[in-house]
């Protein structure tokens, strides 16, 4: 069995001292005397040799451990299987088929580009091990290039062992056209509907809290004068505090378009897509086409009021950051960002089975997107007001500041139903369904608008929801079950004729 | 298809999760009671005491209709699965696309001789909840015949 790449260890040797400087500085106050009136007075002499001894052992173990990762951790390449064993305390082996590797992804840190280190997963895809891929292999760049390069052709059951040692073309994928650029321009503009999106959701949420101030305020002060006080300070403060993370979510967003999408490029390579990106982290994804299972175009509530558009694939394996344990909470990215109307354009360059479809009819009624909510919020509102009121009386807090309450409760109430009823709105007027002989569109969502294309040979189950009211108005939620990673595998198609029913069983293959 | 209810002893089990959670909200309306002051007691006493027992009522009530509305049927190509009160939902679930099946037991399960079914997909994983044993073990015993003599499709990813 190969071991993993040494110099992994040294790249240990950074993040884990950066990681023991960050438990340093969290305990670091220990070390100092302070007075009665908090005043910093002096240094305790006798913990200082003790405190660098933890941090110097709590260091010495990080290594330690990644010593012993490296020694029981390793791979082995044989005819028609990977084998790959690690883990220190929880040990984990591994088998993947070269015919089951479903996506292959390369990921690289900055401090392993220093190194040459990359790590290299394959993923089966299979939803039982959803919670990370099953072979993680940390290799020098070469060898790890050369193991992509290996992969890709053995999965199709192409090359034999010897290829492996075959020596790599520099990077191959330049050769090949890249369909899409992410320009500056784009990222820029990207930074700033990301920005206008941040600023709006905060202004909502200033709002609550603004509310909730109010409602504080009136509780600690009973005269009317006062809360009038509190409630321009709040406000002064809200709008400053907003200003400022709108300003700081704008540069954030910049930066994390430029540094997270640096280099983006999506590349076809006979039947197999390529997708890389990243400054610090590098990502370069491959898999085959026909392991796309559906295309998910979303649009934000601002980037549709500007006309544009995100296009994500569900391909079991790739997503944000497949090597780590978060793996399925976020679907991987094919185009982060262009105009709704050169999404179809994009589509049928790179996919054109997966071209959006036609919207078809809208939602049978507008009610049930609001009916349930109104009534179970107004239920829960009536509770809390059910026992907060009594308290207040009981503790006897003077009439001002239950009115005050009362007011603040009252807002608060017409807030979340304004903004709800807004969702429910716009949930109305996108949910749609297009059937056109084999693929299936379904459009949905609220705040955020998804567009879902997929096959109906990957739809693996049909769920109607109903209640008996619906059910006497002839009236049905569906949620498609697709064949994707277990967070993201549902579709909803809400409220439509029950009689569709007939039409979306007979899309599944028995 | 024809569909069908779930035995007795599953109404059996409902009502003892039911007594289960019973004891918890008493237990916790309890110790809401002992521990606020005088001032509070009867106020939260009068308004928790409400809550309360509008939620056991609530949870006794789903318990029995819940059953009754629980019903399923499997043939060779489908699994049809109709359920809930409130939200009644049907699934139908291809017996193609099941990738496994585990038959699950808790410890009152076993008491009672029932046996929930879970199936799992290339995407979602549905239980069947809750059966007599032998039906538990017959069903996985037909449907994993099903599942070996059936069609491998094209998309077979082995996932």
Same mark, same amino acid.
């Given at each position: 069995m190969k071991r993993f790449c040494k110099n992994n260890v040294l790249c240990h040797l950074i993040t884990d001292l950066a990681y023991v400087a960050i438990i340093a500085i969290s305990f670091i106050d220990m070390l100092f005397i302070e007075d009665e009136a908090g005043e910093l007075v002096g240094i305790e002499t006798a913990l200082v040799p003790l405190f660098i001894g933890a941090c110097v052992l709590i260091y010495l173990a990080f290594i330690l451990y990644q010593v012993f990762y490296l020694r029981l951790s390793g791979y082995q390449i044989n005819e028609n299987e990977v084998f790959c064993q690690r883990g220190v305390i929880f040990r984990r082996k591994s088998r993947l088929e070269y015919s089951k590797i479903n996506a292959i992804n390369k990921r690289q840190n900055i401090i392993q580009r220093i190194f040459g280190v990359a790590v290299l997963t394959l993923d089966s895809g299979a939803t039982k091990t959803a919670g990370g891929a099953e072979i993680i292999i940390v290799e020098d760049t070469r060898t790890v290039d050369r193991l992509m390069s290996y992969f890709r052709s053995v999965k199709d059951g192409a090359a034999p062992v010897s290829s492996l040692n075959a020596e790599v073309c520099e990077k191959p994928q330049k050769l090949c056209t890249n369909y899409y650029e992410f320009t500056s321009k784009s990222k820029l503009l990207f930074s700033l509907i990301n920005a206008v999106t941040a600023l709006f959701f905060l202004v909502l949420s200033g709002a609550v809290l603004l509310l909730a101030f109010f409602a504080f305020s009136a509780l600690r002060l009973v005269n009317a004068d006062g809360i009038l006080e509190y409630l321009i300070t709040g406000a002064v403060a809200a709008v400053i505090l907003l200003v400022g993370t709108s300003a700081v979510s704008f540069i954030g967003s910049i930066i994390y378009s430029f540094v997270s999408y640096y280099g983006f490029s999506v590349t076809k390579d006979n039947d197999s897509i390529n997708i890389s990106y990243g400054l610090f982290v590098r990502h370069e994804n491959s898999f085959k086409l026909s392991k796309i299972k559906? +295309?998910? +175009? %979303?649009?934000? /509530?601002?980037?549709?009021?500007?006309?544009?558009?995100?296009? $994500? /694939?569900? +391909?079991?394996?790739?997503?944000?950051?497949?090597? %780590?344990? $978060?793996?399925?909470?976020?679907?991987? +990215? /094919?185009?982060?960002?262009?105009?709704?109307?050169?999404? $179809?354009?994009?589509?049928?360059?790179?996919?054109?089975?997966?071209?959006?479809?036609?919207r078809g009819e809208s939602a049978k009624s507008f009610f049930p997107f609001i009916s349930w909510f109104s009534l179970i919020f107004t239920l829960v509102f009536c509770a809390v007001s059910g026992v907060v009121f009594p308290l207040l009386f009981a503790l006897s807090v003077g009439a001002a500041a239950i009115k005050a309450t009362a007011l603040a409760f009252a807002l608060a109430y017409a807030a979340v139903f304004a903004i709800v009823s807004l969702n429910a709105v716009l949930k109305y007027k996108n949910s749609s369904l297009s059937v056109s002989g084999a693929k299936i569109t379904v459009y949905g969502g609220g705040f955020i608008k998804r567009i879902s294309v997929f096959d109906s040979k990957n739809l693996v189950a049909v769920e109607r929801v109903s209640t008996p009211m619906r059910e006497r108005a002839g009236i049905s939620s569906f949620v498609l079950h697709i064949r994707a990673n277990s967070e993201t595998n549902e579709i909803h198609l809400d409220i439509r004729s029950s009689e569709i029913e007939g039409e979306l069983v007979s899309l599944l293959r028995v | 298809m024809k569909l069908q209810n779930l035995p007795r002893a599953v109404l059996k089990l409902r009502f003892a999760y039911s007594a289960i959670g019973t004891l918890a909200i008493l237990g916790f309306y309890a110790a809401v009671i002992i521990l606020c002051g005088e001032q509070l007691r009867l106020a939260l006493g009068v308004s928790l005491g409400v809550a309360a027992a509008g939620l056991l009522l609530l949870i006794w009530i789903l318990a029995k209709m819940g059953y009754d509305r629980y019903r399923y049927g499997y043939d060779e190509k489908r699994i049809v699965v109709e359920k809930g009160v409130i939200f009644r939902r049907k699934i139908v679930i291809p017996i193609c696309q099941i990738q496994d099946l585990h038959r699950v037991q808790g410890p009152i399960m076993l008491l009672l001789k029932l046996g929930g079914v879970e199936i799992s997909t290339a995407g979602s994983n549905f239980t069947l909840a809750y059966l007599a044993t032998s039906d538990a073990d017959k069903m996985i015993d037909r449907l994993a015949v099903n599942l070996d003599s059936g069609e491998v499709t094209e998309n077979e990813e082995v996932l």
């Open positions: 559906a +295309v998910k +175009v %979303s649009q934000g /509530l601002i980037k549709r009021l500007f006309g544009f558009a995100s296009i $994500n /694939l569900e +391909v079991i394996g790739y997503t944000v950051d497949s090597s %780590s344990e $978060n793996k399925g909470e976020e679907i991987g +990215v /094919l185009i982060p960002f262009c105009k709704m109307c050169e999404v $179809n354009e994009i589509l049928s360059e790179l996919l054109p089975e997966f071209k959006i479809g036609e | -």
